[in-house]
């Protein structure tokens, strides 16, 4: 049965999409103890590989095509691509001390009701390319992170991360105004009192 | 030409043209101090003459581009500018193609000189060591 919010991805040589779920995908960080030698050019650093089970592109879609097509130019117009980590829903539902997360809380988040999370429904085998089917997951708009876009398709290329399965319209618009909403939230000094009745 | 000549040098005053007036004077601004008259400021005043010499008019502006206090009379580009202008008129006729030469110059240099800041081969490679790959973490839902 066709899924009605995933389709699977295109194949690897393709434009990267909008809110196109990749899984494996490597990012590098500079060591935590590196950080300090990391502004100073002389000394080495330590790079540590951070794998993401699976990441949910953050970018522009147009912007993707644009930078897409340069590239083929030996030109680039997105020299990063922007990422969601998106941790399984299970894993982000565990709680840390032992107390549980209480249910009403976990359902305004699974319902997308909490601005600060998007869940993500199980993908069917058949909207996954790589045919395996994808876990409920969470983004927590609070975590992204930006790779260099060259990186990320030397990855796909080489297969070290893999292209799943991208969201279809009307729930690609859906999670990016979303995002683009909490990003975009003004914090304010103190919130607007009422009068008690 | 040493700078030391400019600064006795009076302007040009055989040229005029119909937007540029020489610089008719050039000097120290007065220090603020009021316990001595006499003593110069860090700034230069330097004075133009608005109306050609033959009107029988003595219109002049004056402007020293010095700081007083926290106020900053000119912005730096309108200082640069009229820096610019000021030695300009200095200069006798005999430096101007000297002047030329050096603007075309300056105009080369700095016209190539983006491209070569933001090239990334300017960027030397420097020596890491990969640690082993470690699964991102997960960071459960909390109460704010």
Not at chain 1, 100 to 126: L, V
Not at chain 2, 70 to 93: F, I
Request: charged content about 25%; proline content about 8%.
């Amino acid at each position: 049965m066709d899924s009605q919010i995933y389709t699977h991805s295109p194949n690897f040589n393709e434009c990267l999409r909008q809110a196109e779920i990749v899984s494996g995908i490597i990012q590098l960080m500079v060591a935590e103890s590196s950080l300090a030698s990391a502004i100073d050019f002389r000394r080495p650093i330590a790079v540590l590989p951070v794998v993401h089970e699976f990441a949910i592109v953050m970018t522009q879609g147009c912007d993707l095509v644009q930078d897409f097509n340069a590239r083929a130019k030996n030109e680039e117009q997105v020299p990063n691509v922007l990422f969601c980590p998106l941790p399984r829903a299970e894993a982000l539902k565990r709680p840390r001390n032992g107390s549980e997360i209480p249910s009403r809380d976990w359902k305004r988040i699974q319902q997308n009701d909490d601005k600060r999370y998007h869940f993500f429904e199980a993908a069917p085998q058949d909207a996954d390319a790589a045919n395996e089917g994808l876990p409920e997951l969470t983004a927590d708009f609070k975590r992204y992170f930006t790779m260099q876009t060259a990186f990320v398709y030397r990855q796909l290329k080489d297969g070290t991360a893999k292209r799943r399965c991208e969201l279809k319209s009307p729930y690609l618009e859906h999670f990016s105004f979303r995002f683009a909403f909490f990003l975009g939230r003004i914090g304010l000094p103190e919130p607007h009192q009422s009068e008690p009745a | 030409m040493s700078p030391l000549d400019l600064m006795s040098y009076k302007g040009r005053q055989e040229v005029f043209s119909g937007h540029a007036s020489p610089t008719t004077s050039w000097k120290r601004c007065e220090a603020n101090h009021e316990d001595d008259a006499n003593a110069e400021g860090d700034g230069w005043n330097v004075t133009f003459l608005l109306t050609p010499p033959e009107d029988g008019l003595q219109a002049y502006f004056e402007i020293c581009p010095s700081e007083y206090g926290n106020v900053r009379p000119l912005s730096v580009e309108a200082s640069t500018r009229l820096l610019c202008h000021m030695l300009t008129h200095q200069l006798p006729a005999r430096g101007l193609s000297e002047l030329l030469g050096s603007l075309f110059e300056m105009k080369s240099y700095y016209g190539e000189a983006p491209s070569a800041l933001t090239s990334s081969q300017e960027f030397e490679p420097i020596s890491c060591s990969m640690l082993e790959p470690e699964a991102a973490p997960v960071f459960p839902v909390t109460e704010e």
